[in-house]
């Protein structure tokens, strides 16, 4: 399987230009351990010398890292993340193609659910202009399942990759499916991502 290294619970994954729907969402391993160091350190609320302490290597060496300057082995790498309280794991690479075009836009429709860290799964959210033009500076509570189809209703037919990767978390999609109100074009460009009818014709099953 087709996967990248990740620091679980609260780093947030780098993104990647979300612009090209078929570039998938991800940098080369070198970039992902540089960015995930990064943010376990922070979320970990240390700093450079603390971790390093902790990791039992030095403060250059663990800023080189961080800055691309030099490259650590996945060993060092997952010893470093395990000292700030992460784990190293692996996820699917998500990639966004074109699957449908609904009033002139195109479906952008990931090849795989994305999953959200449950804080930010169930976080209280306002969404961006572009998604809510209509009830701007509204604040949905993401924990009420009412509140939470329509947020969710809002990014399958407004947002775009990097919507869909903030918001959305894949098993409470599937929980919802059948209750959103959605157009018939997104839905059914979505419809098999979401019922796992996609994996099960890529042979997967």
Same mark, same amino acid.
């Given at each position: 399987?087709?996967?990248v290294?990740?620091a ?7 993104? /990647?230009d $979300? +612009?090209?729907? &078929?570039?998938?969402?991800?940098y080369?391993?070198?970039?992902d ?9 922070q979320?970990?609320? +240390?700093?450079?010398?603390? +971790?390093?302490?902790?990791a039992?290597t030095?403060r250059?060496? $663990? /800023?080189?890292?961080e800055?691309g300057?030099? /490259? @650590?082995?996945?060993?060092t790498?997952?010893r470093?993340i395990g =000292?700030a309280g992460?784990e ?7 990639a966004?193609h =074109?699957?449908a !075009?609904d009033r002139?836009r195109p479906? $952008? %429709?990931?090849?795989?659910? @994305?999953? &959200? @860290?449950l804080e930010d799964a &169930?976080a !209280?959210v306002?969404l ?5 033009w /209509?009830d701007?500076?509204?604040r949905?509570?993401?924990r009420?399942r009412r509140?939470?189809a329509r947020v969710y209703?809002?990014v ?5 990759? &990097?919507d869909? $990767?903030s918001?959305l978390?894949?098993? +409470?999609l599937?929980?919802?499916?059948s =209750?959103?109100?959605? @157009? %018939?074009a997104?839905?059914?460009?979505w419809?098999?991502v979401v019922?796992g009818?996609?994996? =099960? ?5």
């Amino acid at each position: 399987m087709t996967g990248v290294a990740n620091a679980t619970s609260r780093v947030v994954n780098a993104g /990647s230009d $979300l +612009l090209n729907p &078929l570039y998938p969402i991800g940098y080369s391993r070198h970039m992902d351990l540089q960015h995930l160091l990064v943010g376990a350190r922070q979320a970990a609320g +240390l700093s450079q010398a603390s +971790l390093a302490k902790l990791a039992g290597t030095s403060r250059p060496t $663990l /800023s080189a890292y961080e800055h691309g300057r030099k /490259s @650590p082995t996945l060993e060092t790498a997952a010893r470093i993340i395990g =000292e700030a309280g992460f784990e190293l794991s692996l996820t699917p690479r998500i990639a966004f193609h =074109e699957a449908a !075009v609904d009033r002139g836009r195109p479906i $952008l %429709v990931p090849n795989t659910l @994305p999953r &959200l @860290p449950l804080e930010d799964a &169930l976080a !209280v959210v306002e969404l961006p202009l572009h998604l809510n033009w /209509s009830d701007r500076g509204r604040r949905f509570d993401l924990r009420d399942r009412r509140q939470r189809a329509r947020v969710y209703e809002l990014v399958l037919r407004e947002g775009c990759p &990097l919507d869909v $990767l903030s918001y959305l978390d894949g098993a +409470l999609l599937i929980d919802l499916w059948s =209750e959103l109100v959605l @157009p %018939v074009a997104v839905r059914a460009a979505w419809n098999g991502v979401v019922t796992g009818q996609v994996k =099960e014709q890529a042979g997967f099953s």
